[in-house]
């Protein structure tokens, strides 16, 4: 008689781990989804952050404000239009915004016996022609064609000065970059939890600090200063709720925790339309965040942290906690846990591992150059179709709404069909929507935003795509290194991604598209040169990425053969 017995099913074969336990007292049972649940509220209370200024920094339609105007208009009874036909220069010409919005007639309009039919007929050296009239700057402030006030309406951030806007922006993503290290470090050397509480207290204060700004320089001051914590808190959120869940269930709990992130997009738009406000808006968004340091008392630290902190004691009770709250019973025999990573050689990452060997390299500048192109798009596409678009509002509702299917896309897909060809698909889909958008005229809207809300879903798919196959590409040793290096590139994308819309827009409003769209092809093409990680077990050494892409596993063969040693030595 012969019969088998695997390495699983023998108990004390090995130390159990964390992932071992959970499969007993459950994976995403009710104690995580609860946890998950509360984790949410933080990924959806990021949107204001990384997309806030769409309607922080909004541009109205403006002109120079030009003394007496007002006054003329008013004793000859025009309308609006008449007064802007008028006294505003190439008014109502395509193509000359600029002198439109940023210069007036150099002319006195208080001057008497000035003609309400044609008052600019008594100015000398008139004939007809406009442009013989000398133009100044808006020495005298602007008019803004709106109900509401933004960063640009209150210190006038336009013209010559609406390269500021852009800083504004790009000022949070290099808060995002700086703080994207230090903040690693915190809840590697601190813990989970403590590094979630303390970002968001700070997050939270700095985002009041900018709705109480004095000046432009002290509300860049504190937009910097929260985006240095603000990533690093919904980042630690991601960690968290991804290392108390079951292994089976931690890339559809990451995905959904993006999604949360989504319903934050629907819930900023609804509410930025109540309040067109952008000081009350700030704080209608940020005041709540101090809710969340309620997660002090709510959520438990890792356990998997405190294992690697050789605090085990501590962990078990954790572990208890989950199994009670499940209504399980931790298994007698699993008196000790220890993580996965102990039991092979210990080796120090560093920077030269990422680039020292030739599919490393190749990895690590793809996955860079993915990073920063997602990134760029990602937010580049929302803020051109803001710019663009005849109502912001319902454009941004539209945009969003289409990120729920593409999360769906991607859970339905990724262990079907794999991750290379989805992702490349997604991302080709990006850069040709992109192309697209840039040749359907102005007056087809409703076209033009539709191919924009399908390019949204293509970038939306290929960013949440890039966060875990990153992790499934560099060797354990190095993985933590290798997601910090390249996911940076992903800041440095948003710190570009303002410069390029607002300043290329100048130059021809559809050129940030083109480039959109040539760096969306490219990073689609990269992305087919990258193995193919379904089905294979995460790499544990440089030797097992150099070999992903084969056919076949190396390791897994190893396995197989160490298993087959066991039943054999199992056979009667």
Not at 19 to 33: A, P, S, Y
Not at 403 to 431: H, K, S
Request: net charge negative; aromatic share 12%.
């Amino acid at each position: 008689e012969t019969w088998l017995v695997t390495i699983s099913e023998l108990p004390y074969a090995k130390m159990p781990t964390l992932d071992d336990i959970l499969e007993h007292i459950g994976e995403f049972d009710l104690f995580q989804k609860q946890v998950f649940f509360v984790l949410c509220f933080m990924s959806a209370a990021f949107t204001p952050i990384y997309v806030g200024v769409i309607f922080l920094g909004f541009t109205p339609e403006h002109h120079c404000l030009s003394p007496g105007v007002a006054e003329l208009s008013s004793r000859c009874g025009w309308s609006l239009e008449e007064e802007l036909n008028y006294t505003v220069p190439e008014q109502g010409r395509r193509g000359e915004s600029f002198s439109s919005r940023c210069r007036r007639y150099n002319v006195d309009w208080n001057t008497t016996g000035l003609s309400c039919i044609n008052p600019l007929e008594n100015f000398t050296g008139y004939y007809g022609n406009r442009s013989s009239i000398p133009l100044t700057h808006c020495q005298d402030g602007w008019v803004y064609d709106s109900s509401g006030s933004s960063i640009v309406t209150e210190f006038n951030l336009v013209c010559e000065d609406s390269w500021k806007v852009d800083l504004f922006q790009s000022c949070v993503n290099a808060g995002f970059f700086f703080g994207s290290i230090y903040v690693g470090y915190i809840a590697d050397r601190f813990g989970r939890k403590l590094c979630l509480v303390v970002t968001i207290l700070l997050s939270a204060t700095s985002g009041v600090l900018v709705a109480f700004a004095p000046s432009y320089l002290w509300m860049v001051i504190f937009r910097f200063l929260q985006g240095l914590v603000s990533k690093g808190s919904w980042t630690a959120g991601y960690i968290l709720i991804t290392e108390i869940v079951g292994p089976s269930h931690r890339k559809t709990v990451g995905i959904l925790y993006q999604v949360a992130f989504t319903v934050g997009l629907l819930l900023l738009d609804g509410v930025a339309y109540a309040i067109p406000h952008w000081r009350w808006l700030q704080l209608t968004v940020t005041l709540p965040c101090f809710l969340l340091l309620l997660y002090y008392w709510c959520l438990p630290e890792s356990p998997r942290w405190l294992i690697s902190q050789k605090q085990n004691d501590k962990a078990m009770k954790i572990v208890d906690y989950i199994a009670k709250k499940n209504g399980k019973k931790l298994p007698a025999h699993f008196q000790n846990i220890n993580l996965e990573e102990d039991d092979g050689e210990k080796r120090s990452p560093s920077f030269t591992d990422l680039v020292r060997t030739p599919q490393m390299r190749k990895h690590t500048f793809i996955l860079m150059y993915n990073w920063l192109a997602s990134s760029l798009q990602y937010q580049g596409l929302i803020m051109h179709m803001a710019m663009a678009g005849e109502d912001m509002y319902l454009d941004f509702f539209y945009s969003a709404l289409v990120e729920f299917p593409a999360a769906f896309i991607i859970l339905l897909t990724i262990n079907r069909i794999g991750r290379r060809y989805p992702w490349a698909v997604a991302t080709l889909v990006a850069g040709v929507a992109c192309l697209i958008m840039a040749l359907i005229p102005e007056d087809i809207h409703w076209l033009k935003v539709t191919v924009g809300c399908i390019g949204r879903m293509g970038i939306t798919m290929s960013i949440e795509m890039v966060c875990f196959v990153n992790t499934e590409l560099y060797p354990t040793f190095l993985r933590n290194l290798g997601v910090m290096v390249c996911s940076s590139f992903c800041d440095v994308g948003g710190i570009l991604a303002p410069f390029m819309v607002y300043r290329l827009a100048e130059i021809w409003h559809e050129l940030p598209l083109i480039v959109f769209a040539v760096v969306g092809l490219i990073a689609g093409g990269l992305v087919v040169l990258l193995p193919e990680t379904k089905g294979k077990t995460l790499p544990e050494t440089i030797e097992d990425v150099e070999n992903l892409h084969r056919q076949e596993n190396p390791r897994e063969k190893i396995i197989y053969l160490h298993v087959q040693t066991q039943e054999v030595a199992c056979s009667k």
